[in-house]
């Protein structure tokens, strides 16, 4: 059983200031203490399930949060900036399961602590076939396209509401209730942990009996993108595959959904110069 674990740090118990997600400092620490106990309890819990194979993605900022060393059952660990496929980088074929840990709500939905997609300065919202999505909703593009079905999902109770068209028979753990952006009602970490634990044992054991879901996408998949200013949507339409849908829209279309979340991550990359960095 090859569990794929890709990890955010905003939807972690106990995480509610950027301070604690970006490098550099005391809050930066305790947040990467945090999130290592999350991604352990996930790495634990897979392998009472049965699980014998575990890929970690680290998926936030610089991508490069965790001591490799300090990751259970020696979990290979895929790092560092610029990945073709983001924050799910490696995924393939082989896996029989995807676990979603630590993420968090979008910028355009309901109260949801730390909200973005992808990058706040660039995008404003996003849809997957119309219906509004998150990190985790434009992720299932790739789910998608390896017919790997999402089998947990941590972070707060938007997240799960958020991700849950994309993965309907996934355990769901709540780590969080959202107060506000900057703010949330946190579980203590060890009894996080221990959900967390628990769920990834039950979504081992859920895969290993075919009783997951894999996203099935409508074709031609159809992503939209609606970003922060004209500009941004000019320079995204520059990206195979991506047109200019409305002012400040970008759409990409396709009967690959890889394809589609491959001009996604152009696009990301992209708009980054039509935002001044």
Not at 8 to 15: L, P
Not at 247 to 276: K, M, P
Request: net charge negative; aromatic share 6%.
């Amino acid at each position: 059983m090859k569990v794929y674990l890709s990890f955010d740090f905003e939807g972690v118990a106990g995480i509610v200031d950027w301070a604690q997600c970006r490098e550099g400092g005391a809050g930066y620490e305790l947040g990467c203490r945090l999130m290592l106990g999350e991604v352990n309890a996930a790495i634990e819990g897979a392998v009472a399930g049965g699980a014998d194979e575990i890929v970690v993605n680290d998926s936030h900022s610089t991508m490069r949060n965790l001591d490799p060393d300090a990751l259970a059952h020696e979990a290979t660990y895929v790092s560092g900036r610029h990945k073709q496929l983001y924050m799910m980088q490696r995924l393939d074929v082989s896996f029989d399961v995807i676990f979603l840990v630590g993420y968090h709500g979008s910028i355009s939905g309901e109260t949801s602590t730390l909200s973005h997609t992808y990058n706040p300065e660039v995008f404003s919202a996003a849809r997957v076939n119309g219906i509004e999505v998150g990190e985790s909703g434009i992720n299932a593009l790739v789910a998608d396209h390896f017919n790997v079905p999402i089998g947990l999902v941590t972070g707060d109770d938007v997240t799960q509401a958020q991700t849950a068209p994309f993965a309907s028979r996934a355990v769901q753990v709540v780590t969080k209730h959202s107060d506000s952006r900057f703010s949330a009602t946190n579980l203590h970490p060890a009894q996080s942990r221990r959900l967390i634990h628990d769920g990834a044992r039950e979504a081992v054991e859920r895969a290993a009996a075919g009783a997951l879901e894999v996203p099935r996408l409508q074709r031609p998949v159809q992503l939209e993108l609606d970003v922060q200013t004209a500009d941004m949507a000019e320079v995204g339409s520059w990206v195979k595959g991506a047109e200019r849908a409305g002012t400040r829209t970008i759409r990409i279309e396709s009967d690959d959904s890889l394809a589609a979340f491959q001009s996604f991550v152009a696009v990301n990359y992209i708009t980054r110069q039509a935002g001044g960095r």
